[in-house]
Every structure is written in C-alpha cells, then in structure tokens.
C-alpha cells in the first residue's frame, strides 16, 4: 500500500523559513517524478515545483529563487525547503509521488 506522510508546514513570518518533508513509502520512488502542489483558500491548486525521475527540477515563476525541491531516492523523501516566504505563499501543501498524493500540511505566512 503506498502511503505518503508529509510534515513541517506551521507558521513563519515573513522573510523566513520552512521545510516540508514528504516520505513515501510501498512505492519503487525512484522510478516516479515527484514534487509539491499547494492550494490556497479560494484559489485552485497549482504546481510550486516539480522533479522528474531523471532528477530535472521545474518551479512556479512565483517560488523560483526562494523555494528548492530535493529528493532523495534512497531515503524515498521529497524534501521542498522553503525561504524568503511571503503570505501569499500561505496554503495547504500536498506532495505527490507518481500518482499517489499526501493528506497535505498547512503552512501559514504571518507576521
């Protein structure tokens, strides 16, 4: 049964930092792309960053230069390591592996 469990959303102020993990497990992860979307309240999820099996790394023009996506294929872990956050990067942040996607985890950018 694949399962994926994310953590380390919360609060930040602004200018901060964050780091999301998101470990798989009952999947070959190495084989799949991987990466994270986020949805905020009244808005439609979109794609924050994105890592083929090849190990290319795509970013949303919103997230590039201050977020970066990492995977470690041994570990089966996405990792988005998040800086310089703005509220408007508040949302919930869901991982995905292949086709399989995490619950999500809240992250809240707040002074």
């Known amino acids: 049964q694949v399962q994926l469990v994310e953590s380390g959303g919360g609060l930040a102020q602004p200018g901060g930092s964050l780091r999301l993990s998101c470990t798989s497990s009952?999947?070959?992860?190495?084989?799949?792309?991987v990466g994270w979307y986020r949805q905020a309240p009244g808005k439609q999820r979109e794609v924050v960053a994105a890592?083929?099996?090849?190990?290319?790394?795509n970013y949303a023009d919103s997230v590039k230069g201050r977020f970066t996506l990492s995977r470690d294929n041994a570990k089966k872990t996405v990792i988005l390591q998040m800086n310089s956050v703005k509220p408007e990067d508040t949302a919930v942040y869901y991982c995905?592996?292949?086709?399989?996607w995490g619950r999500g985890t809240q992250v809240i950018v707040s002074s």
């Open positions: 995905y592996v292949g086709t399989a």
């Open positions: 009952g999947i070959i992860f190495r084989i799949y792309n």
């Open positions: 890592s083929s099996s090849g190990g290319t790394t």
